[in-house]
Nanobody, 121 residues
Framework: QVQLVESGGGLVQPGGSLSLSCAAS????????MDWYRQAPGKERELVSS???????KYADSVKGRFTISRDNAKNLATLQMDSLKPEDTAVYYC???????????????WGQGTQVTVSS
């Protein structure tokens, strides 16, 4: 069984920083892309940033220059460093990964449980 576990959310003042981590564990053969999504109250879930196995990255326009995604393939770990946080970054952040489990030839989508990020003074 494969699971994603997130950590690192919390309350921070505007202009502050937080780092989110997503650890994949279980019977994993390979991990394709790892993403961070977020969902604010009353809004749809949106893609924040993604990183492929060869470390190619993408960012939403709203976070470019402020957020940095990284990945440690040996540890099956993705990290989202969030700097210069704004109140509009407040949301539940979800980790997503497309993973090929061991003993199968296809990939599945997996989601973490979500972690709250609140930016407020």
């Amino acid at each position: 069984q494969v699971q994603l576990v997130e950590s690192g959310g919390g309350l921070v003042q505007p202009g502050g920083s937080l780092s989110l981590s997503c650890a994949a564990s279980g019977r994993i053969f390979s991990i394709n892309v790892m993403d961070w999504y977020r969902q604010a109250p009353g809004k749809e879930r949106e893609l924040v940033s993604s990183i492929t196995s060869d470390h190619s990255t993408k960012y939403a326009d709203s976070v470019k220059g402020r957020f940095t995604i990284s990945r440690d393939n040996a540890k099956n770990l993705a990290t989202l460093q969030m700097d210069s946080l704004k109140p509009e970054d407040t949301a539940v952040y979800y980790c997503h990964a497309r993973i090929r489990p061991r003993f199968v030839t296809w990939e599945n989508d997996y989601w973490g449980q979500g972690t709250q990020v609140t930016v407020s003074s």
